[in-house]
C-alpha cells in the first residue's frame, strides 16, 4: 500500500474518531413547545394581510384575508421617530404611500396622514384603492383587532440602527401589555434582534429563525454532524431555496421536525408549489394569494 493511501486511511480513521466523539457527547435536544405553535394541520399566513388581494399592511388586506379563513398574518414592524411600533415593511415609504422619507422620520400622527393605498390597484387593474382612507396601523391595534389570529411577526429596523436599538424592549413591552405571548412569533433577519428579544421574553415567545440561524442548522444537515446542531429558533420561515442549496426537501423538514420546529415557506403564490411543499412535510404557507392558498390546502 502507497504512502498516499496510507495518508488517506489516516485521515478517513482520523474523522470517523471525531465523528464518534461528538455523537457520543452531544446529544440534540428538541425545542420545548409553544402553545402558538400547536396546531394540528398545516396552516396559512397572509403575508402583510394578503398583499396581492389590498394595499399590503392595511386593515383592508387583513380584513379580507380573515373573512376568507386564514390561521393567522406574516407582518414587518417598524418603530416611527416617536417610537410606536407600527406594521410596515420598508424603510422608505415611497414604494407603496404618496409620502417620501423613513419611517423614522416621521411620527405616528404625521404617519396616519400617510395614503396606505396610494400605488395600489386589484389584480384586475379595474379598482384602485388611492384616496380609499387605507392608513398605516400599530401593532397593538392588529393584536386587539385579530385576538383569535397568529400573528409572525419580522423585526425589520437593523439592530446598529437607534430604531433596531430601541426595538427589541418596546416589542416586549407591547407584548406584556396585550397578554398575547401565546399568539405571536417574533422573528427578524437579524439574528441579534432575535436573542435581544429573548433576554426580555425569556423562551416565553415563540421565536423564529434569523439568517445564520438558518445557514447553521443547513450547514448542520448537509453533513455528517446534524447531532451537533441545537436549535435556538422555534420555527422556520425560509424561502424554498438560499443562494444554491434548496431548502424545501422532505429531508432537511424532517430533520427540524425531528427537533420539533415546524417549517413554514414565503411567499409561495403558486397551489402546485404549496401542494408540495405541505407534501414534504411543511406546517404553514406564506402568501400573497390566501384566496389560492385556502383552496388549494383544503383538508380531506
Known amino acids: 500500500m502507497g504512502k498516499k493511501s496510507n495518508v488517506a486511511l489516516a485521515i478517513a480513521a482520523a474523522a470517523g474518531a471525531a465523528w464518534a466523539s461528538t455523537k457520543a457527547l452531544s ?86 396622514k400617510a395614503d396606505l393605498g396610494y400605488h395600489f390597484t386589484d389584480l384586475e387593474g379595474s379598482y384602485s384603492y388611492r384616496d380609499c382612507g387605507e392608513q398605516i396601523i400599530t401593532l397593538g391595534d392588529l393584536l386587539e383587532l385579530y385576538p383569535q389570529m397568529l400573528i409572525n411577526m419580522d423585526i425589520k429596523d437593523a439592530p446598529q440602527t437607534y430604531e433596531g436599538s430601541l426595538m427589541p424592549s418596546k416589542l416586549w ?11 405571536v412569533v417574533v422573528t427578524s433577519f437579524y439574528d441579534e434582534q432575535i ?21 447553521k442548522a443547513y450547514t448542520a444537515y448537509s453533513s455528517q454532524f446534524k447531532h451537533l446542531y441545537h436549535p435556538k429558533a422555534d420555527v422556520f420561515q425560509i424561502p424554498v431555496k438560499s443562494n444554491v442549496f434548496p431548502l424545501d426537501t422532505a429531508g432537511f423538514i424532517k430533520f427540524l421536525t425531528s427537533l420539533n420546529i415546524p ?22 404557507i406564506i402568501t400573497d394569494r390566501p384566496d389560492l392558498a385556502i383552496d388549494a390546502l383544503k383538508l380531506d
Open 27 to 112: 446529544k440534540p435536544q428538541s425545542r420545548s413547545s409553544k402553545e402558538a405553535l400547536e396546531y394540528g394541520h398545516p396552516i396559512i399566513l397572509a403575508h402583510r394581510g394578503g398583499s396581492a388581494l389590498a394595499p399590503e399592511c392595511s386593515l383592508a388586506a387583513f380584513e379580507k384575508a380573515a373573512k376568507l379563513g386564514v390561521h393567522g398574518f406574516e407582518i414587518d414592524l417598524r418603530l416611527t421617530k416617536d417610537e410606536e411600533i407600527i406594521v410596515f415593511h420598508d424603510e422608505d415609504l415611497d414604494r407603496v404611500t404618496n409620502f417620501n422619507g423613513k419611517v423614522a422620520d416621521y411620527s405616528l400622527a404625521e404617519l396616519k
Open 173 to 183: 413591552r407591547l407584548l406584556e401589555e396585550k397578554q398575547a405571548f401565546q399568539r
Open 195 to 215: 436573542d435581544r428579544f429573548n433576554l426580555y421574553a425569556q423562551n416565553a415567545v415563540a421565536l423564529g429563525a434569523g439568517e445564520k440561524e438558518v445557514k
Open 263 to 284: 417549517v413554514h415557506y414565503w411567499t409561495i403564490n403558486d397551489p402546485v408549489v404549496m401542494k408540495k411543499l405541505i407534501q414534504n412535510g411543511a406546517k404553514g
